[in-house]
């Protein structure tokens, strides 16, 4: 099963990535010199599919934006530029390197921004023994519960019908 992500994004000459879960656990955290697109692409897909690319800048970059057009995903931005203090506190520890820190910090304000949400979701899926995740996904990217939970059980009904 595909995993879903909040990938936290630092370009730069250095640049680094940060994957996490929609349980906040971090998957992936890379870095690399002199970084194309293409290496951005390549680290997210062999690790899952995005739904938020984050930034830890108040107005994203533009890797940062192509990445979320590329994937589909949600542009997470701040409201403020996350400071060297907060994104201490964000990301305390698992990292390598400061360009990591900094992704980090922006896939966690990501994750922090939408986490009651994702707690509300979690509660609605497991009641109704529907895949949390999927439906996580699905309520990140603008879709009511309620409504994410038809899609599911809609495309099971469009299975059947193409099985029997």
């Known amino acids: 099963m595909l995993k879903h992500l909040i990938v936290g994004i630092d370009p730069g000459k250095t640049a680094a990535l940060a994957c996490i879960d929609l349980e906040g656990r971090v998957v992936k955290l890379s870095t690399q010199r002199f970084a194309g697109m293409q290496w951005f692409v390549d680290e997210i897909v062999s690790t899952g599919s995005p739904v938020i690319i984050a930034g830890d800048k108040r107005r994203p970059d533009s890797l940062v934006e192509k990445l979320a057009s590329i994937f589909d995903a949600v ?89 029997g």
């Open 75 to 163: 542009l997470f931005v701040p409201s403020t530029d996350i400071s060297v203090e907060k994104k201490q506190g964000l990301a305390d520890r698992g990292f390598s390197n400061l360009h990591e820190r900094d992704a980090l910090a922006a896939a966690r304000t990501a994750f922090r921004a939408y986490a009651g949400k994702l707690r509300q979701v979690e509660r609605i899926a497991n009641a109704r023994n529907a895949e949390a995740d999927k439906i996580k996904a699905l309520v990140i990217k603008k879709y009511s519960a309620h409504e994410a939970l038809g899609n599911r059980h809609a495309g099971r009904r469009l299975v059947r019908r193409m099985q």
